[in-house]
């Protein structure tokens, strides 16, 4: 299920990536059709000051467009995407005020963007600011509709939002739904203290730009989806590592031990007169301890007891004690980490020493793991014919599957002949993408 549910993710994932090309080639086409189709004759109807200036008004749109469709398909994180919204459509359509909300199921909306024209009031709310859906304001009508309202005349508006909004000189607001995979996700407003309300086609400007709002956010949550489900993944992967572990270890190695302990004890009790015997049962109870032996490094390769019993700095210490290549350790730790965290720390620094013995033929390894600042910090060096990367089956791709469920990121640096780097960073706070959270279901800004 949690395989099926990894595949549909990605898969989402590049159906909103088609979207958006789609998307950011439309708005071009728009463009272009606008000026080279529509212009011509608003140019040939009109004043030649006119004309440029709807000229200029058109490009100046499809400028700001462009530029928030390029952050969006640059993956750039929706909160800045939001930002940049919020400062171009405030810009384009000549507003006082933008904010943009995201609605809660408690019939509230959260402040996630906004922006003010210069050289008026700060009279913002602040950011992550929670405002009631008031019947009678256009949040409300954005709510109930899911199409875009305007309210032009606050004087009479009676609620707590409207008497704030008048205390502060706001007289006219539009506002737009901002749907994301055909569901209301929340709105965007345009407030003015002018003397006339906004030109009648405000709402239709602004939807373009809720537009790329919405793929953006959709984006997001893919992504956080799709995060979420290789966490789910590694963190399944682990479980059973350990209970195999745990079953080999509490039954056949049990087993073993204890029919090369009876084995023993025949062998002993064979009389002299029966040399053969006795040769062949030591045979036996030998090749039954190196069988013993074997299911033990199994077992230990399944998911390390000493990563359980001793914590990570017993783990890696065990490790570099058995590389055959001579391991450097810097190892401030100071804590038990969760879980996730020293599994992904450990399974790192045993990946780099077998990559550096198997394929870099190095010499010596430096291994680097620090808790500072918030975060975990692991670096692997190797002087060894460099070259690596993340292709060709490597187990680098199943290391990266579990430092970026954890909000983690990972570099690697291994240019031929110099050697292979390997950096991770992890939060010690990694609830927003990784196993504490279980998967976002809905992904903020």
């Known amino acids: 299920m949690e395989v099926i549910g990894l595949r549909n993710a990605r898969d989402a994932v590049g159906l909103a990536a088609g979207r958006l090309t789609h998307l950011v080639v439309r708005l ?248 053969e015997l006795k040769e062949q049962l030591a045979r036996t109870a030998g090749g039954l301890t190196s069988v013993l032996h074997d299911l033990q490094e199994i077992s230990h390769g399944l998911y390390p007891a000493a990563l359980t019993q001793g914590g990570l700095d017993a783990a890696v210490r065990s490790l570099a004690r058995r590389s055959p290549i001579p391991v450097k350790l810097d190892l401030r730790i100071g804590r038990q980490l969760a879980e996730p965290l020293e599994a992904a720390a450990y399974y790192t620094v045993s990946e780099a020493l077998t990559n550096a013995l198997k394929h870099a033929h190095a010499s010596e390894v430096d291994v680097v793991i620090h808790v500072e600042d918030e975060t975990v910090r692991i670096a692997v060096d190797d002087d060894g014919v460099g070259g690596a990367d993340f292709g060709g089956g490597s187990g680098l791709i199943g290391l990266r599957d579990r430092v970026e469920p954890l909000g983690g990121d990972i570099r690697l640096t291994s240019p031929p002949g110099e050697g292979t780097s390997l950096l991770i960073r992890i939060p010690l706070h990694y609830g927003t993408n990784g196993y504490e959270a279980g998967g976002p279901s809905n992904s903020r800004p």
């Open 28 to 275: 071009v086409r728009r463009g272009s059709a606008h000026v080279a189709g529509r212009l011509p004759h608003t140019v040939r109807s009109a004043s030649p000051e006119g004309g440029r200036t709807r000229l200029q008004r058109l490009a100046d749109e499809q400028g700001a467009l462009l530029r928030v469709a390029t952050l969006v398909a640059q993956g750039v994180p929706s909160a800045d995407i939001i930002r940049a919204v919020a400062r171009e459509m405030g810009c384009l359509l000549g507003a006082d005020y933008v904010i943009i909300n995201r609605y809660e199921p408690d019939r509230t909306s959260t402040v996630v963007g906004h922006w003010r024209r210069a050289g008026i009031p700060d009279i913002m709310p602040p950011l992550g600011g929670r405002w009631p859906i008031d019947d009678g304001i256009v949040d409300a009508a954005v709510a109930r509709t899911g199409r875009p309202a305007r309210f032009t005349d606050y004087a009479r508006a009676d609620t707590e939002i409207g008497a704030w909004t008048r205390a502060r000189g706001i007289k006219y607001a539009v506002a737009c739904p901002i749907m994301v995979q055909g569901r209301l996700w929340g709105f965007a407003g345009n407030a003015s203290s002018g003397r006339t309300p906004q030109p009648a086609d405000t709402e239709e400007r602004m939807l373009r730009f809720m537009a790329l709002v919405g793929t953006a956010i959709a984006n997001a949550e893919t992504r956080a989806e799709l995060l979420a489900a290789r966490a789910r993944v590694v963190a399944a992967s682990d479980a059973a590592r350990r209970r195999f572990e745990r079953d080999l270890h509490d039954g056949a190695q049990q087993r073993l031990i204890c029919l090369g302990l009876e084995l023993r004890a025949v062998e002993a009790s064979v009389p002299p007169e029966h040399p």
